[in-house]
C-alpha cells in the first residue's frame, strides 16, 4: 500500500536519488552518471533542502520504501520563471510509472502550496517525454515558453480547478 508523507530536510540523500530518475533519458539512450547530481546546475534542486520557507516535498512510500518523490524550491534553473515561483520537481522509480502515483504526488504537493499561499509553480519538461506532458497538463500547467526540446509550463493555483479535481 502507498503512503504519502511530507519531505523533510534530512530527505536530501533521498531527492539526489530521486533527481536522477527524474532526469528524463530518452529510449536507446544512454543515461548520464549518477554523480551528475552533484554538478551545479543540478545540485541546487536538492542542496540544503528544507532550509526555505517553500522548500516543500511529498514523498510516496510502499512498505516504507521511497517509491516517488514531488518537491518545489526557489531557484535559477530550468524551469525559472521568476524569484516568486518555485519550481517543481517529480520522479517515480520506473516501475512505479503509470499508475497513479504521480498524480497523487503532484496533486497533495500542488494542495499544500496553496495552502501556503504560494500562487505560481513552474517546471521544465521535455516534449519527448509525453507522459509527464500529459500529466502536467491535465493538472493544469500552460506552456510559457518553448525552448526547442523542452518546454516551461507554469501553474495559477488561485485561479485553476483542474489540480484540485485530479484525485477525485
Request: aromatic residues 10%.
Amino acid at each position: 500500500m502507498i503512503i504519502y508523507r511530507q519531505a523533510k530536510a534530512c530527505d536530501e540523500q533521498l531527492l539526489q536519488v530521486f533527481l536522477y530518475h527524474a532526469i528524463y533519458v530518452p529510449e536507446g539512450c544512454k543515461p548520464p552518471s549518477a554523480d551528475i547530481v552533484f554538478t551545479e546546475d543540478f545540485i541546487q534542486y536538492t542542496e540544503a533542502f528544507g532550509t526555505n520557507p517553500l522548500d516543500l516535498g511529498i514523498v510516496a512510500e510502499d512498505n516504507g520504501n521511497p517509491v516517488g518523490v514531488a518537491w518545489v524550491r526557489l531557484m535559477k534553473s530550468y524551469g525559472y520563471v521568476d524569484n516568486d515561483t518555485p519550481e517543481l520537481s517529480i520522479s517515480l522509480l520506473p516501475e512505479y510509472r503509470g499508475k497513479g502515483i504521480g498524480t497523487v504526488l503532484l496533486s497533495e504537493l500542488l494542495n499544500s502550496l496553496k495552502m501556503k499561499n504560494c500562487r505560481y509553480v513552474s517546471l521544465s519538461v521535455q516534449k519527448a517525454n509525453t507522459a509527464a506532458l500529459r500529466l502536467y497538463r491535465k493538472a493544469g500547467f500552460k506552456i510559457i515558453e518553448d525552448k526547442g526540446d523542452e518546454l516551461v509550463m507554469k501553474i495559477d493555483l488561485e485561479n485553476n480547478e483542474a489540480v484540485f479535481a485530479v484525485i477525485k
